[in-house]
């Protein structure tokens, strides 16, 4: 049985999700051959993990890159049209053939079977991330032939949509908390002060990047109670223009200029090792959003949370936003002053309510995450 994992990405924020998997694989014996498969996007991620691991040595497989005409495509459209990710899949078809089985983080490759003809090939899905947006419940979801899922919440969600096969899915945890914790890394910040990490997302309809956030940079360089890390999802600057299909809308990526921050309370962090590693979210204090799912990760040790909602998005009630019940919503720059005036404590309300939602969102188990989506795939396999 050939087992392939594929990194088809210009960035590598999803490797964390499904790396974790296959080296259990290698660690089972289990007779199975297991074959990372990465484009250059990914590959840097892939590597450092995998030796990060301390295990067996996977066969790591450079994928032929995409066309000329692909490469063309992606600059002519400032990346805002994957043709890079669907030329690479074209290109690679003879290594996918040859697989039982790929595992993957995203839905781009479900193209394999529906436009490519690989009918045989099982896809199986990690997911990535635990969030709440609408897109990761989508119709394509439900199109893989195994999905391994953190937790009930994302099985009821899916099981709502009508989108879960009785023997297609199973709760196996979060394989990205078995990652062991990076050590001995650099002092962030010469003073300590309360340390605000601001997240955003990279959507359009629902990042507060685009309305607000270089105002939310200056508010921070302009004051010295708080610490700051901008560690926003790492497409965010990745793409010139980046849209958002449900609802439409299309965002222009213009970058913050390190040198307008150069303050010893501020650190600018828009796509390095610890912007993928949970770094962050571990040293933080203070969690800043809108529609990332790593909001999921900070508060495993629960933490006030502020959300920004400048949009005025009605999101009492909404499954797609239910991680703002985590924390406090604000609209405006003078509401987020008001909420960051003194430093924000965690109720013991909230606290529960956190310790709740995480709980909601992840299966954890003494059995690490990944030994369990493990199992998981080699148990479907021979079913299949």
Known sequence: MHIGFLFNHSGGHQVAHALPVALALLRRGAGARVSILVSEGSEGEVRRLAAASGGPVPEIVRLRPPSALARAANRATGRAIPADIVSTLHRNLDRFRALDALVVPEKTSLLLKSLFGLKSLKLVHTRHGAGDRAIGFDKASGQFDLVLLSGEKIRDRLAQAELLKEDGHAIVGYPK??????????????????????????????????????????????????????APHVMLFKKRVTASLSPFALGWNYGPRPDHYEHDHMLIDTGSAASLDMSYTHAADIYLGDASSQVYEFIRSPRPCLFLNPRRLRWQGDPDFAHWRAGTVV???????????????????????????????????ERPSSERAAEAILSFMARA
């Open 177 to 230: 908390f078995d990652l062991p914790p990076r050590t001995g890394g650099p002092r962030l910040f010469p003073k300590d002060r309360p340390t605000v990490l601001y997240n955003p997302h990279p959507s359009p309809a629902l990042s507060s990047w685009y309305a607000m956030g270089p105002q939310i940079l200056d508010w921070f360089a302009a004051q010295d109670r708080y610490n700051l890390i901008f």
């Open 331 to 365: 609209e405006t720059l003078g509401e987020l002053d008001a909420a960051l005036a003194e430093v924000p404590r965690l109720t013991p309300a909230m606290h529960d309510r956190q310790e709740q939602m995480f709980r909601y969102s992840f299966d954890l188990a």
